[in-house]
């Protein structure tokens, strides 16, 4: 049995803080999961993306990471059985704050038995990827990543050269950090940007690593 958390549309403007951004999540998730088993759809998933500025200072932590191991566990939520999906995860570098260690990401998801809880339009892990991820309230809200598909970038490599480049959570090469700030495609409109990028333009992890930790020294020295 698949049960699938479809969020509602978030129509707002802007994203002046991450608390805001938050109580709208969460107001987001209990709607979603009240209509669970009414087989009624709602619209998909739209999310208010942060300018590079807000991801970088935004996140508790961020680290380059390689999924490790994921388990699930069932978790009583009132009179309702909620799915989890934990997330072990081998960290390759830290770019900036203080993860703890070892470092296990939970997201609202997953598979118990026969049961399966789906959360529509957020990135799943797979044993074995690598990304770099802006952790945010990991363990406090349904998804432990900034701004939820904004969060999360997958390490790729070259086929032909071998580059380690670093691409968007819908696989489009990072090119600029100016790139955050944009919509996140999906379908049809993300594989054509796929195919119009350049692999070799793209932001390598150490370069993009280098602007993160230049954003947030920046910030503090504002402080």
Avoid: C
């Amino acid at each position: 049995m698949v049960a699938t958390l479809p969020n509602h549309h978030t129509n707002f403007i802007g994203m002046h803080s991450m608390a805001f951004y938050l109580r709208r999540a969460r107001l987001v998730l209990m709607l979603a999961l009240i209509w669970v088993g009414s087989g009624v759809p709602l619209p998909a998933t739209t999310v208010v993306p942060p300018d590079f500025s807000e991801l970088v200072n935004g996140a508790d932590y961020v680290v380059r990471g390689r999924v490790k191991a994921l388990s699930y566990e069932s978790r009583m939520r009132g009179e309702r059985e909620l799915i989890f999906t934990k997330i072990e995860i081998e960290v390759l570098e830290v770019v900036a704050g203080m993860p703890p260690q070892p470092l296990v990401l939970v997201m609202l998801g997953g598979r118990s038995g026969d049961r399966e809880l789906v959360v529509a339009g957020v990135p799943q892990f797979k044993v074995g990827d690598e990304d770099i991820f802006f952790v945010q309230g990991n363990g406090r809200n349904f998804y432990p990543l900034y701004a939820v598909m904004h969060g999360k970038y997958p390490v790729r490599r070259d086929q032909t050269t071998g580059r380690e480049y670093v691409t968007r959570s819908n696989g489009v090469p990072l090119t600029d950090v100016a790139q955050v700030a944009l919509p996140m495609a999906a379908g049809p409109a993300a594989e054509l940007q796929r195919r119009m990028s350049r692999t070799t333009d793209a932001l390598s992890p150490a370069e993009f690593s280098r602007l993160i930790r230049k954003e947030r020294e920046a910030m503090q020295h504002v402080e």
